[in-house]
């Protein structure tokens, strides 16, 4: 099974796991997962891949806003798996993708915002599998981060993660490389210290496995947290090659545990041999991602 296919599924097994601890502060340990059941993060982005397959992240982000029990039911949608009732139930979806999305369903246009949840990176992993360069998927990831979020800090992050995800593809270096690449690219941008502090700051505690990670990289509600915890849970994956532990590390915390999970595992699905955990998508996921990978000619890997 190659690459791009298993961490796609690994992030939504993640997301599963995750859902069940959002919101939680304390008994972790009594945790149980009956279903791997995925949230929006996973929704979203298979709906980002089928809108890159398709040519149109937009209209395909706006047909999950329907799914959502929002807008009117589509006649002929664009993704193949709008009408599965899979994609129609709500879980917990962001309130800055569903405001923005409604504004542009029914306007075409929207006021700006200055979110900088989570909501656009957690679906900003596809753009770093396209058959392009680093750069070119830093941007692309960048600019459909805005089709929702304004912030500066959410488009950077979202691009940084796709940056990250495309040079591990092409080059086959390993997650701590791909880490400091990202930094080292991130200090030719103006205003990306917060984030490059973050980033040091995970890839410092992952050579310190002592220390209380979350003290220095925050809860995961906004987007650069959420892509600091994530890239330290993968860094502890890569050094122990514990992977029950990072998923732990990635989730069992007070913040936003599902989306801190997703992207953990866009992240570290690139590194597992295979996905043997079945979540409540997997037959869409499989599809999916075989459209993308032939349509855009996508060596599988």
């Known amino acids: 099974m190659n690459r791009i296919m298993n961490s796609i599924k690994m992030g939504a097994l993640c997301d599963a ?26 929704q979203m982005t298979l709906f980002v891949m089928e809108g890159l397959t398709q040519g149109n992240v937009k209209k395909a982000l706006l047909e999950w806003y329907c799914t959502q029990s929002y807008g009117n039911d589509i006649k002929n949608p664009m993704c193949w798996f709008y009408k599965d009732a899979r994609m129609h139930k ?23 915002n200055d979110s900088k949840g989570n909501g656009a990176l ?16 830093y941007e692309k990831a960048y600019k459909d981060s805005l089709i929702t979020h ?24 390993t997650i701590e490389e ?15 210290e917060e984030i490059i502090k973050l980033l040091e700051s995970a890839l410092y505690l992952s050579n310190n496995l002592d220390k209380n990670p979350y003290d220095a990289l925050g809860e995961g509600w906004v987007a650069e947290e959420c892509l600091a915890i ?30 801190t999970g997703a992207v953990f595992g866009n992240l570290v699905g690139l590194f597992v041999d295979d996905v043997n955990e079945k979540t409540s998508c997997d037959d869409i996921i499989v599809r999916v991602v075989n459209d993308f990978c032939k349509k855009l ?5």
Not at 100 to 106: A, D, G, I, K
């Open 122 to 137: 957690i679906r900003s992993a596809p753009y770093g599998m396209l058959n392009c360069d680093s750069v070119e998927a």
């Open 178 to 192: 791909a880490t400091k690449r990202g930094i080292e690219y991130l200090k030719e941008i103006e205003n990306t």
């Open 90 to 112: 709500q879980m917990a979806p962001g309130l800055t993708c569903l405001s923005s999305l409604e504004e542009l369903y029914y306007n075409n246009e929207r006021e700006e």
């Open 297 to 301: 000619k996508r060596k599988t890997q």
């Open 17 to 42: 796991l995750g859902e069940p601890l959002e919101f939680k502060t304390n008994n972790f340990d009594n945790v149980t997962y009956d279903d791997y059941e995925i949230t929006d993060d996973t």
């Open 150 to 173: 304004d912030h500066y800090y959410s488009a950077v992050s979202s691009g940084i993660f796709a940056y990250m995800i495309n040079i591990i593809l092409r080059e086959n270096i």
């Open 230 to 259: 994530a890239v330290y849970s993968a860094l502890f994956y890569e050094k122990t090659k514990d992977l029950n532990k990072a998923i732990k590390l990635a989730i069992h915390h007070k913040g936003d545990s599902d989306s």
